[in-house]
Nanobody
Framework: QVQLVESGGGLVQPGGSLRLSCAASGSIVSILVMGWYRQTPGKERELVATITGGGSTNVADSVKGRFTISRDNRKNTVYLQMNSLKPADTAVYYC?????????????????WGQGTQVTVSS
């Protein structure tokens, strides 16, 4: 019912930059929070950054000062600008959206995930 599509991942050298985007579509009543998580093989998925519908942001300490999250509510899209990338940032990055889905007459709270986009930081 609600689909998240990520883009912007790729291979970049240490110190480089990438910009990820995630577009939400489907039967959306409202988007409460959108954000980014990342996961490396054998490790638990961790929060990177989130942004609420009102514009309040939360960024993990590991990326604070380097990553910036933003949104375009008209397009139901969230962005993650990643600067000064390090090899430790290498991971699959997943878009997440906490939404009210369905319709106003029949809605439900749902936590949605995209399929992920690979970010590799290597020389």
């Amino acid at each position: 019912q609600v689909q998240l599509v990520e883009s912007g991942g790729g291979l970049v050298q240490p110190g480089g930059s990438l910009r990820l985007s995630c577009a939400a579509s489907g039967s959306i009543v409202s988007i409460l929070v959108m954000g980014w998580y990342r996961q490396t093989p054998g490790k638990e998925r961790e929060l990177v950054a989130t942004i609420t519908g009102g514009g309040s942001t939360n960024v993990a300490d590991s990326v604070k000062g380097r990553f910036t999250i933003s949104r375009d509510n008209r397009k139901n899209t969230v962005y993650l600008q990643m600067n000064s990338l390090k090899p430790a940032d290498t991971a699959v990055y997943y878009c997440n959206a906490d939404v009210v889905a369905g319709s106003w007459s029949n809605s439900y709270r749902n936590d949605c995930w995209g399929q992920g986009t690979q970010v590799t930081v290597s020389s």
